[in-house]
T-cell receptor, first 111, second 114 residues
Framework: LAKTTQPISMDSYEGQEVNITCSHNNIATNDYITWYQQFPSQGPRFIIQGYKTKVTNEVASLFIPADRKSSTLSLPRVSLSDTAVYYCLVGDIRGFQKLVFGTGTRLLVSP | EAQVTQNPRYLITVTGKKLTVTCSQNMNHEYMSWYRQDPGLGLRQIYYSMNVEVTDKGDVPEGYKVSRKEKRNFPLILESPSPNQTSLYFC?????????????FGPGTRLTVL
């Protein structure tokens, strides 16, 4: 399973765009990139998933370069409620075997 | 409502007293898993199950047992709890073969072993 590396923490202010980058140099051909969000004392929640190029939903965008060795989660115009831990996962979505969450990126949004 | 439920939500116990944390999902998911979360260590997988009667170890299985007799239930058993198992536990489920492979997490069980 591809190992991921993310920044431990990031700070931002309300209304700014936040980009969190995840490095996954050993990503395999069948692997997808998935991001989860976790608020304190709650279970993680699925945000977005992609394989290549760009994916956008109502919450975020995911940018994946051609070599797929990294990906960037983009949160437009963050608010205080976006303060959370964000996890990048890489794995074959055909199965769930031994998914590794890692320590994630703690995002703090200030007024 | 589609959900994963865990019980109890909070538990304080003493070393060596066997306990079970229940997990149930109503989405007919094949995959279920248990994670523990500790400060500075993120989420670590304990056990997972790809279907009924099929279980496998995650990254930190020592001291835990699981069973998957029914598709909807995946209890976590601590035969002889120790203080180092004090943690926040999450159960998750997912539909194998679904387009996104999304996992749905329960609300968590905060366990304290004295």
């Amino acid at each position: 399973l591809a190992k991921t590396t993310q920044p431990i923490s990031m700070d931002s202010y309300e209304g700014q765009e936040v980009n969190i980058t995840c490095s996954h140099n050993n990503i395999a051909t069948n692997d997808y990139i998935t991001w989860y969000q976790q608020f304190p004392s709650q279970g993680p929640r699925f945000i977005i998933q992609g394989y290549k190029t760009k994916v956008t939903n109502e919450v975020a965008s995911l940018f994946i370069p051609a070599d797929r060795k990294s990906s960037t989660l983009s949160l437009p115009r963050v608010s205080l409620s976006d303060t959370a831990v964000y996890y990048c996962l890489v794995g074959d979505i055909r199965g769930f075997q031994k998914l590794v969450f890692g320590t994630g990126t703690r995002l703090l949004v200030s007024p | 409502e589609a959900q994963v439920t865990q019980n109890p939500r909070y538990l304080i116990t003493v070393t060596g007293k066997k306990l079970t944390v229940t997990c149930s999902q109503n989405m007919n998911h094949e995959y279920m898993s248990w994670y523990r979360q500790d400060p500075g260590l993120g989420l670590r997988q304990i056990y997972y199950s790809m279907n009924v009667e099929v279980t496998d170890k995650g990254d930190v299985p020592e001291g835990y047992k699981v069973s998957r007799k029914e598709k909807r239930n995946f209890p976590l058993i601590l035969e002889s709890p120790s203080p180092n198992q004090t943690s926040l536990y999450f159960c998750a489920s997912g539909g194998v073969g679904t387009p996104t492979g999304e996992q749905f997490f329960g609300p968590g069980t905060r366990l304290t072993v004295l």
